[in-house]
């Protein structure tokens, strides 16, 4: 019998393609998607639990759907992802409006669940292996149909101290090579413009499939593919090496913006936290980007009141970040998270860790500010978005803004144009830490 399922995802790029995989495989099993969970006979909410704060999102997503079950506009709840993976007892003991759940080794299970909810009314868990967890298979898209996420990998065996992705996603696997390019090619096909290659570490892919790293060979064929622009997330910076400078340097396809967490900068608590760098490593390899890759935009996080980080150590981050000027950087407090080596040791209190990373805000907003002067009176090709009719003003994103983390860059045209087109924007002003402009002309 078909059923009309609705889904929610939250957390990470990552997560959202193991959501879109799932929506391919309940519409294949004959079942309806709608966007809203009103009306649904199911509703699967597909977590994060990469931090506490994540799952309490999600927890609280989870009481609101169940708001609406009681109301009689929905039926069947299913939690899947990263929290129902973590804390699979907990959300059957304390969440009891829960129908089912799946980790992520399950998504696959989903169009089971689905059935097994409604039709027998028993409360389905799966929880396959997070080693093994299927990777490839359809996908209906979720994001706008000019870009796409290309998850290349999954897992991740760095196994930082303040970190639970491996215990929840698994070790690294690589995807196979043809199939990802197969898959590259049916988003160029459905016209996807900007295609975003994303992992936990981008830089380790193939390792575990051949022995060395084939992100340069990976990236040399995705731009054989009718794509526009490449965009790039989450490189270790210990393994980026020369030849992945000169594809990215080479590549007109490929943006000049690199996503690169650091974490923190001090040699001690890089250490303690099993991070393979050193401020000096850091230094040299940030230096190399920027003489090699012209234009270059970085992007990083920054964690505050990890274990060891004294004031002093505070304020050799703080430094590091005004000598670097880094672009783009998240900043976050510790979060001592179940089960890892850095929540049982030192650290300070969660308000002054807090405090730290507003005052590590504030120094990184003057770096994005004087960013913005320093571009004022350029041209950049921007991928236009859409318009606010409230600002009367198009809006959009350049090289340098990545989706939902990055702002917009907002302009003026005199002439209507549609959501995925090129233009070009002469930049001329700022508005509350964003850019302003005016369009100069159609690129395509």
Known sequence: MPYKVSFISLGCAKNQVNCEQMMALVANAGHTIQVEPEGADVVVVNTCGFLASACEEAIDNVLEMAELKRAGLLKKILVTGCMAQRYQEEILRELPEVDGLLGTGSYDRIADAVAEVMAKGSKPCYMGDIHAANQSGERI?????????????????????????????????????????????ELADAGVQELIVIAQDITRYGIDLTGRRQLAELLRELCKLDFHWIRLHYLYPSDITDELIDVIAGEPKILPYLDIPIQHCNDAILKSMRRRDTKASLTAVLRKLRERI????????????????????????????????????????????????????????????????????????????????????????????????????????????????????????????????????????????????????NLL
């Open 141 to 185: 898209l979720s994001t706008p149909p000019w870009y796409a996420w290309l998850r290349i990998a999954e897992g991740c065996d760095n196994r930082c101290a303040y970190c639970v992705i491996p215990s929840i996603r698994g070790r690294y696997r690589s995807r196979p090579m043809p199939e990802l390019l197969d898959e590259a090619s």
């Open 294 to 441: 012209p234009g270059l935009v970085l992007r990083t996080s920054i964690i505050t009141g990890l274990p060891g980080e004294d004031e002093a150590a505070f304020e050799e981050l703080c430094g590091f970040l005004r000598e670097q000027r880094i672009e783009r950087a998240g900043v976050f407090p510790f979060s001592p998270e179940d089960g890892t080596p850095a929540a049982e040791m030192p650290h300070p209190d969660a308000e002054e860790a807090k405090r730290r990373a507003e005052l590590a805000v504030d120094v990184q907003s003057d770096i994005i500010d004087a960013y913005n002067e320093s571009v004022l009176g350029n041209t950049r090709e921007v991928l236009c978005e859409g318009f606010d009719g409230q600002a009367q003003r198009f809006y959009g994103r350049s090289y340098a803004e990545s989706p939902d983390i990055d702002g917009r860059i907002w302009f003026t045209s005199g002439r209507d144009i549609p959501p995925g087109t090129f233009v070009r924007v002469r930049l001329t002003d700022t508005m509350d830490g964003e850019l302003v402009g005016e369009e100069e002309g």
